[in-house]
Each structure stands twice: as C-alpha cells, then as structure tokens.
C-alpha cells in the first residue's frame, strides 16, 4: 500500500497565493466587463452636454438643482458613520473640494452654450494636464522631468484647440468658451484630489455626496428658482432621469469598475467622452468643429497616454530602487 506524503508549506508561505486562485477567465471575464463599464459611463457623460445645451433651466439653476438631488440622495443611501468627518482637516477639505466641483460644473455648463458641446469636451480633455502640473505638486509630488515631453504634446493640443475657437463656426463666442472649459479643467483637477484625500478615510459614496452637496449649496445664490416654476411637466421626469444617471449611477459604477481595469484601459476610456460629444451635438443642434479642433484633442489625448506610461514607469522605476536599497 502506497503511504501519502504531506509536504508542508514553507515559512512565510502560507496564504501569499490565495489573491491569485482566480481562474485566468474569470479575470478576463472582469476585466472585460469593467472595461465595457467604463465605456457606457463616458457615454452618459458625453450626453450631458446635450441636456445642458437644450437648456431647460438656466445653467446655474440647472448645475445647482442636479447637485442638490444626487448628493442628498447619496448621503441618504451612505451609512451615518461614513459620512462624519471627525476632524477640522476633513470638513475643511470636503468643503473644498465641494467648491472646486460646484465651480467645475457651473464653468463646463457655461462653456458648453457658449462653444459648443465638442468644443467644450475637446477642452474639457485637457484634465490630466493640469493634474500633472497643479494637482499633484499640491500634494508634495514632483512632476518628473521625463514627462516634459508629454506635457509639451498638451500644450500644442491646447494651443490648436484655442486657435482652432477662433475659426469655428458653433456657438456665440467659441474662443471665450474654450478658456472657461480650460479653466473648468484646472478647476476639476484641483478637486479630483479628493480621491487620494478624502477616500481612503471616509470612502467613495460619502466622498461623492459630500462633494455634490456641497457643490451644489455652493451654487444656490447664482440659481434662478423661479426658473424651475416654467418648467413643462414632461420636462420634470428627463431631468431626473439625467440627474440619477450622469451624477449618480454612472460615477459609482465607474469607481467600482475602475478597480478592476487596468490603468491604460481607465486612460484609453477618456477618449470615448470627448470622440462622442461632437456627434451628439451635430445631430441635436448642427454643430460643427474643425479640423485643427479635431488635431487638437489628437494632441491632447495622446499626451494624456503618455503622462500615464511615464508616470507609471517612474513609479516602477522608484520601487526598484527602494528594494535595492532595502536589500
């Protein structure tokens, strides 16, 4: 009769396989429907342009109204205790970064009936950019030098997006529209760092709530409420379904995709928004962008890529080097 054999595991072995068990389809099962969730998220957001130059509701009133509903119904549905902010930093950063969305929301509706729903994405695109040179400085991070190059691509795709407004034929005055989506951008940078401040304390639901409530109390003074009384009735139940859909629904399936994506996919998703934007707005209202607006976003989003190639390699490149140090 044939004794078994039981080797044991070595030390400091045990569990370190368990995060890799997961059969290699069922990872590429994952990843495949994240990245199909992160398309059809881009796709809602590149809709909104087409509620916001329909113009129902004044922009202010409509920016304030939809960040007023999705962040109560968000904190609604966000536990009690996620939604404290035990010290001073915390309330102090949440009303920032509520400020910043407030503002980058009321700036891209502006620039939208100004320049154009392509247009207004096209420079809306710039956001990764401005991350790089004003956000993560914000925190302490060094913009390396090998992202200069990249940084140069964004710079000419913003420098043909500007120059392309002043020949460009949608909107009542392109080129001011352009500068605010631009300024809209820094702006949103500036409060996408909510993500590496206030997630990891209090979580991506009361983050989000927060942020909206915040943004859209902020706005409240500029909002023409009497605006809402004009309103047909048919009206009311498309405002509603936008609002639960751009600002609600679509942002927590984008972060829950995102987690299982990989980072060139989350990159290669932001094309879809701005390669959209335009269709929608030459079948709904005839608009038109030109060719140089075109190159342009080309610029601009391949500058986008390649930041997030570089900035990934420097963080390779530091890891390695801390372990060769550690050893």
């Given at each position: ?11 400091g ?37 087409v ?12 920016m304030?109204t ?79 030098s ?8 964004g ?20 080129l ?11 702006i ?12 990891p304390?209090v ?16 706005l ?18 498309v ?26 996919v ?5 094309f ?16 038109r ?5 075109v ?13 997030l190639?570089t900035?990934?390699?420097?963080r ?12």
């Amino acid at each position: 009769m044939r004794r078994r054999v039981h080797f044991a595991p070595a030390r400091g072995t045990i569990g370190r396989g368990r995060a890799d068990r997961t059969p290699a389809y069922k990872k590429d099962r994952l990843v495949r429907r994240a990245i199909l969730l992160l398309a059809l998220c881009q796709v809602v957001w590149s809709f909104g342009g087409v509620i916001i130059r329909w113009e129902p509701l004044p922009p202010s009133t409509l920016m304030a109204t939809a960040l007023l509903i999705s962040g109560s119904l968000l904190a609604l549905l966000t536990p009690r205790h996620r939604l404290r902010l035990p010290s001073w930093r915390l309330r102090a950063e949440a009303l920032g970064f509520g400020v910043a969305n407030g503002a980058t929301n009321l700036l891209m509706a502006t620039a939208v009936t100004m320049a154009g729903i392509g247009n207004a994405s096209f420079a809306f695109a710039s956001l990764p950019l401005w991350m790089v040179l004003v956000a993560r400085p914000l925190l302490g991070d060094r913009v390396p030098s090998r992202a200069i190059p990249a940084l140069a691509i964004g710079a000419a795709g913003i420098g043909l997006l500007l120059l392309a407004g002043r020949g460009s034929e949608s909107g009542d005055n392109v080129l001011g529209g352009l500068v605010i989506a631009l300024v809209a951008a820094v702006i949103g940078s500036v409060g996408a760092l909510a993500g590496r401040r206030l997630v990891p304390t209090v979580g991506v639901d009361a983050t989000a709530a927060w942020t909206m409530l915040v943004g859209g109390l902020v706005l409240v003074p500029f909002a023409d409420w009497r605006a809402l009384g004009n309103l047909v009735w048919w009206v009311v139940p498309v405002l509603l379904v936008w609002v639960g859909a751009h600002y609600i629904l679509a942002p927590v399936t984008y972060n829950r995709a995102s987690v299982t994506a990989p980072a060139f996919v989350i990159a290669v998703a932001t094309f879809v928004n701005p390669a959209l934007s335009p269709v929608w707005g030459a079948i709904f209202y005839g608009e038109r962008v030109t060719i140089l607006a075109v190159g342009g976003l080309a610029l601009a989003l391949s500058a986008n890529v390649l930041l997030l190639l570089t900035l990934r390699g420097a963080r390779a490149t530091d890891s390695a080097t801390e372990l060769e140090a550690e050893a």
